[in-house]
């Protein structure tokens, strides 16, 4: 297939484009040619030219204490520009792949947020997705929406580098203990949804590793695993620490359908200590 990436230099993005190249498909576009999504004649034209099978829509803006400082930026890229990238499939009539957050879920559960969960976003990053989401499912009919959370990957500025950074250079590791979520290596993530888009069973998924962690059980576990066992985590609460934004406390996400078609993702545990086999090797 022609698949087109939005975002394919960001963290995931570098990840899919990998592992789709390897399964022989073609990955449109070159870096230098990404339009911006927020213009939507920029969009179109880029996709005519493309001609993609396949639209796979990463891009956004995923700086949630961002998004709180400047909401309308947010809504701008993640909600409008989700809908361009969705205008522009529904003139080319191809299917998009739109990757969302656990985030357009309040926190509120008791047990893991399934597919079928109303949502209800409870920051502004939260919301613009959940903007994104309904343009998606009102303009296309052939869709997939897939929910992910609490990426891990190589580089970049992700919970778990930063937890390496601080523990490497001697400071302190104040985490918190009651936010729990899903921690999702991206390697995994870009198999699963390399899995999915060949289904052709269109709907709205959730794609994380399973199992469920707080920050600080997520912390712990990635310095056990790359033989920082002595580095000390002090235990915090979210109250501790003032951010622009205000995360879910509670948002593990279950891959209810993702197994009917018969993907399944490792444990998050495993998939932590298989990226720092490859890291330290
Ligand atoms: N990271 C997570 O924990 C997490 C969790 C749940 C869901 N997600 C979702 O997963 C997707 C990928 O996340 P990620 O962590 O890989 O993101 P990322 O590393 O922040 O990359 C985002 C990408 O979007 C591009 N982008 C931003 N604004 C754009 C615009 N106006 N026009 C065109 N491109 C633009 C960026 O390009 P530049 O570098 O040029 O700005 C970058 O390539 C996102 O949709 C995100 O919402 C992420």
């Known amino acids: 297939m022609r698949i087109l990436i939005t975002g394919a230099d960001g963290r995931l993005g570098a990840r899919l484009w990998q592992t789709l190249e390897a399964q022989g498909h073609e990955i449109i576009p070159s870096l230098a040619m ?7 004649d920029a969009v179109r034209d880029f996709a005519r030219q493309a001609r993609p099978d396949l639209v796979m829509h990463l891009a956004a803006y995923t700086d949630v204490d961002g998004c709180a400082k400047d909401p309308d930026l947010a809504l701008r890229v993640n909600g409008i520009g989700t809908q361009h990238v969705a205008l522009a499939c529904q003139a ?3 299917p998009m792949c739109y990757v969302s957050t656990n985030e357009v879920f309040d926190g509120e559960a008791k047990t893991a947020y399934m ?3 109303p949502t209800r976003p409870i920051n502004p990053y939260g919301y613009s997705k959940w903007v994104g989401e309904q343009a998606v499912r009102e303009l296309l009919p052939r869709h997939y929406i897939v929910r992910t959370a609490w990426l891990f ?3 970049g500025a992700n919970f778990c580098q930063k937890v390496l950074a601080k523990a490497r250079s001697g400071q302190q590791l104040v985490v918190v203990t009651d936010e729990i979520g899903s921690p999702t290596y991206a390697d995994d993530l870009a198999e699963a949804l390399a899995a999915l888009v060949a289904t052709q069973r269109f709907g709205t998924y959730h794609l994380v590793n399973e199992g469920k962690a707080s920050r ?4 712990r576990h990635i310095l056990d695993s790359f033989g920082l066992r002595h580095v000390r985590v002090q235990p915090a609460v ?3 620490f003032k951010r622009a934004s205000r995360p879910p406390r509670f948002s593990p996400l279950r891959n209810f359908q993702a197994a009917h078609v018969g993907i399944r993702l490792r444990p998050w545990q495993e998939a932590v200590e298989a990226f720092a086999a490859r890291e330290l090797a």
Request: charged content about 15%; overall charge negative; aromatic content about 14%.
């Open 153 to 155: 990957a190589p580089g």
């Open 216 to 219: 600080y059980e997520f912390a």
């Open 115 to 117: 597919e079928y969960a």
């Open 92 to 94: 080319l009539g191809v």
């Open 34 to 40: 990404q339009p911006d999504i927020t213009q939507l």
């Open 238 to 240: 979210l109250a501790d």
